[in-house]
T-cell receptor, first 114, second 116 residues
Framework: AQSVTQLDSQVPVFEEAPVELRCNYS??????LFWYVQYPNQGLQLLLK??????LVESINGFEAEFNKSQTSFHLRKPSVHISDTAEYFC????????????FGTGTKLQVIP | DAEITQSPRHKITETGRQVTLACHQT?????MFWYRQDLGHGLRLIHY???????NKGEVSDGYSVSRSNTEDLPLTLESAASSQTSVYFC???????????????FGPGTRLTVL
């Protein structure tokens, strides 16, 4: 069985400050890892994903996440946040070699303060 | 542009009534999923389908059913609505044959259902 833990339910941060949203996972097999973002009153959309290769993955809007196998983590970071980054962020995991059954974390609400 | 739509966007119903939520995608994706989103639980999988005539139960399937008669649609039916089914429901789709685990899922805008 696989699981995802997002310990922080809410993260307030001032505009232009750095932010880290934490995600830890557990799985007995190799995994694929995802970060999805949900803007208010919208569905989720993919922010970035790790499949294989380089452990550092980047999104087009300045977010990055690093896969750390030894710590079973996939934390999301941005060096300088904008008001438009205010949203809820979900970490998700699937297990390689099987059908796509995605396990989502409980989400972290990022509130960017002007 | 391809998209995934859900209807209605908001629904209020009474306990015991049958309710059907529609999901329609124009991506021509093989795989479709229904989730519910509740505070403190994130998204939980209700049912999923890897193709026409294929349906499978997710982790919270009790009280829900789906059918897949074509590629584009996966309606979700609440057989007898209960207050515990008050939630926001999201439909999603992905491309790969047999539900490749590396796929990106594309989500609809959601349906907010209130059961009184």
């Amino acid at each position: 069985a696989q699981s995802v833990t997002q310990l922080d339910s809410q993260v307030p941060v001032f505009e232009e400050a750095p932010v880290e949203l934490r995600c830890n996972y557990s799985s007995s097999v190799s995994v694929y890892l995802f970060w999805y973002v949900q803007y208010p009153n919208q569905g989720l959309q993919l922010l970035l994903k790790y499949l294989s290769g380089s452990t550092l993955v980047e999104s087009i809007n300045g977010f990055e996440a690093e896969f750390n196998k030894s710590q079973t983590s996939f934390h999301l970071r941005k060096p300088s946040v904008h008001i438009s980054d205010t949203a809820e962020y979900f970490c998700a995991v699937t297990s390689s070699g099987g059908y796509q059954k995605v396990t989502f974390g409980t989400g972290t609400k990022l509130q960017v303060i002007p | 542009d391809a998209e995934i739509t859900q209807s209605p966007r908001h629904k209020i119903t009474e306990t015991g009534r049958q309710v059907t939520l529609a999901c329609h995608q124009t991506w021509n994706h093989n795989n479709m999923f229904w989730y519910r989103q509740d505070l403190g639980h994130g998204l939980r999988l209700i049912h999923y389908s890897y193709g026409v005539q294929d349906t499978n139960k997710g982790e919270v399937s009790d009280g829900y059913s789906v059918s897949r008669s074509n590629t584009e649609d996966l309606p979700l039916t609440l057989e007898s609505a209960a207050s515990s089914q008050t939630s926001v429901y999201f439909c999603a789709s992905s491309e790969s044959s047999a539900g490749g685990p590396a796929d990106t899922q594309y989500f609809g805008p959601g349906t907010r259902l209130t059961v009184l």
